[in-house]
């Protein structure tokens, strides 16, 4: 295996292959899919939700993006590791972006940033890739636009709606982006905006055409339970094995079967016999 980079990420597209990408926030979860194979790792800021329990990703801190990426940086051998620029740490100036972009990198250990937004965050995105930072693009159901969207809601589905969501995607591509990733768009727009761009589409909720997927690994999992969107699929249903484990562990400490002679340590039984009498 060689590690993925992200030409070798565009080079899938030209070939064909198709781009494996997930969610991870910590270093155990991230060690097991860089040791499964998979492309891309990406320390969303969706942690928000499924790690630290908000209602939408709008409080997400550049401490807590750090503090997440560089955990799964340490987990990673051979992933691309992508991280999330939260709410607020772009979109104040370009300026900020290349910072926050740069603290990603320098203490975070990113080998990539993410940034939701099409031509208004296009100055932002040429500054950080000339800064030599590699950026993915998100586009279409953009959560940190959720109170100007009222709601999580599928984008692109009217002609004007469709244009611009094509329009920012060429205007990324355009701008530098390595990658971009389409949230919540109908199937069939997606595989419009695959086929016109060079740069690889990871999809979320985005059809069959993408060049990619990408899944919160909470949700393909079953653990997170408050909200499960249409596009998810499970893989497992850790969320109940987890809670029956939890359950089995409770009754055996209440009847004592845990822990038993083979998790205990010994000591010599003359050092035992002084201490009794
Ligand atoms: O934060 C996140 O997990 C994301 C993916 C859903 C693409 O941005
Ligand atoms: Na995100």
Same mark, same amino acid.
């Given at each position: ?114 940034? +939701? ?7 932002? $995105?040429?500054? =950080?890739? #000339?800064?030599?930072? @590699?950026?993915?693009? /998100? ?101 109940? +094995? ?7 562990? $409770?009754?055996? =400490?209440? #009847?004592?079967?845990? @822990?038993?002679?083979? /998790? ?14």
């Amino acid at each position: 295996r060689s590690k993925n980079t992200a030409a070798s990420i565009q080079n899938q597209k030209r070939n064909g292959d198709k781009i494996s990408m997930l969610t991870a926030y910590d270093y155990s979860t991230a060690k097991l899919m860089d040791e499964a194979g998979v492309n891309c790792i990406l320390v969303g800021d969706s942690l928000g939700m499924v790690m630290l329990g908000y209602e939408n990703t709008l409080s997400v801190t550049m401490e807590d993006m750090i503090h997440h990426t560089a955990a799964v940086a340490r987990g990673c051998k051979y992933a691309f590791v992508v991280a999330d620029l939260p709410f607020m740490s772009y979109q104040t100036s370009v300026y900020d972006a290349v910072v926050n972009a740069g603290r990603l990198v320098k203490e975070g250990n990113a080998h990539a940033v993410k940034l +939701e937004g099409g031509k208004e965050v296009c100055p932002q $995105i040429k500054a =950080i890739v #000339d800064a030599k930072i @590699p950026l993915i693009s /998100h586009l279409g159901m953009t959560p940190q636009s959720i109170n100007s969207f009222g709601g999580f809601k599928v984008q692109g589905k009217d002609e004007a709606a469709a244009i611009k969501l094509i329009d920012d995607a060429k205007a990324v591509e355009a701008a530098g982006a390595t990658a971009v990733v389409l949230e919540c768009v109908p199937a069939e727009l997606s595989k419009i905006i695959t086929k016109k761009l060079s740069i690889p589409t990871i999809g979320i909720g985005a059809g069959k055409y993408c060049d990619g997927q990408v899944l919160v690994y909470q949700d393909m999992l079953g653990i997170y339970s408050d909200f499960t969107p249409k596009f998810v699929q499970k893989y497992a249903d850790l969320g109940s +094995e987890m809670k029956s484990a939890f359950k089995k562990y $409770i009754c055996e =400490i209440k #009847d004592s079967t845990f @822990p038993g002679l083979e /998790h205990s340590y010994k000591i010599d039984e003359a050092v035992i016999d002084k201490l009794i009498s």
